[in-house]
């Protein structure tokens, strides 16, 4: 399967009564496939997956695979709050025809190594689908250290992939030089993905895409391929908003900012609750001056269900 390239972590769509709007998630696909990304990645924490019932998740992978149909890859994040619960979404995502799954720990519980190479262990042997371990130390917890990497590479043939997002541009050194090519590296914080790309990363699963998928996709090319000043100057203006998914609130952020860009709704599901107040008017400010000042790009535009 194809790891490399710009896949974003999709937000999960909400209507007013916050219900999950599968109609508009269907042309947000479409759209971010058309803007140049690789695929999607459904359900994870952007996606709000812990407030989606079983069903939801099932409906949401069934509706991104119909949205994809074979253009780019789709990807199930597999979070629980059990290891069962895990494998048989694992399961249920290979059924509907995702291409892969990536493993992410299980909510809440905070368990040693023994406990959580088990529980994504489990996640890797359930099907034959190519496999991404998200480390993600800042938001559950757990950090998947790369010597441990190296354990469940020569455990799982099928774990392909890693989205590092410890925030530390030096484990993706760490883990290359563990294992070489053995697996394909997916940056995951979005204000370092310059940084990333520079030591050997050749994915991003990125958060800003989902309103702007056209600069996403410059930026990781240009990086990519070592054009290091449309690269830094695109970075620059890009920044600001960047920064915006690596703060806890980063799911209403960038919601936000994909209702600022004409591309989605603010709502959110609680505990979340929409920005309010000066936090908003501070956010607000950030996101009209990029919205002010946005580079001319190639982005293909259409009305999303919503807008017609």
Same mark, same amino acid.
């Given at each position: ?7 974003? +972590?999709?937000?999960?769509?909400? #209507? ?10 269907? /042309? ?9 990304? +690789? /695929? ?13 019932? *079983? ?24 979070? +629980? ?42 996640? *890797? +042997? ?40 410890? #925030?530390?541009?030096?484990?993706? #050194? ?13 940056? /995951? ?9 520079? $030591? ?16 996403? $996709? ?13 690269? *830094? ?16 609130? *980063? ?10 860009? /004409? ?37 293909? #535009? ?7």
């Amino acid at each position: 399967m194809n790891w490399k390239g710009v896949t974003p +972590a999709i937000t999960t769509s909400f #209507t007013e009564d916050l219900k999950v709007d599968y109609e508009f998630m269907e /042309g947000h696909c479409r759209w971010l496939l058309d803007n140049g990304c +690789a /695929g999607i990645v459904a359900l994870g924490s952007l996606g709000e997956g812990a407030t989606l019932s *079983f069903d939801e998740k099932v409906e949401i992978l069934r509706t991104c695979v119909g949205a994809v149909r074979g253009r780019g890859v789709v990807v199930a994040a597999i979070s +629980a709050l059990s290891t069962a619960e895990a494998v048989a979404l694992a399961g249920k995502a290979a059924s509907i025809g995702c291409d892969g799954l990536m493993a992410l720990p299980p909510y809440v519980y905070r368990g040693n190594w023994r406990e959580m190479k088990a529980h994504v262990g489990a996640v *890797f +042997a359930a099907t034959p689908l190519s496999c991404m371990l998200y480390n993600n130390p800042v938001a559950y917890g757990t950090d998947f250290l790369p010597e441990q990497i190296r354990e469940l590479a020569e455990d799982y043939e099928n774990l392909e992939a890693v989205k590092e997002s410890s #925030t530390d541009a030096r484990r993706v #050194t760490a883990i290359r030089v563990l294992l070489d090519r053995r697996m394909e590296i997916s940056v /995951g914080v979005d204000d370092a993905v310059l940084e990333a790309i520079g $030591v050997g990363a050749t994915g991003w699963v990125a958060g800003l895409a989902n309103a702007l998928p056209r600069e996403s $996709v410059d930026l990781f090319n240009y990086g990519t391929n070592g054009e290091s000043e449309k690269a *830094f100057e695109l970075y620059r203006w890009f920044l600001p908003l960047l920064r915006m998914d690596t703060v806890p609130n *980063f799911v209403q952020l960038v919601k936000l900012v994909q209702a600022e860009f /004409g591309m989605g709704s603010a709502y959110v599901r609680p505990p979340r609750l929409e920005l309010v107040g000066e936090e908003l008017e501070q956010n607000l400010k950030i996101i009209r001056e990029a919205l002010k000042t946005r580079p001319q790009v190639q982005s293909i #535009t259409y009305a999303l269900p919503n807008e017609k």
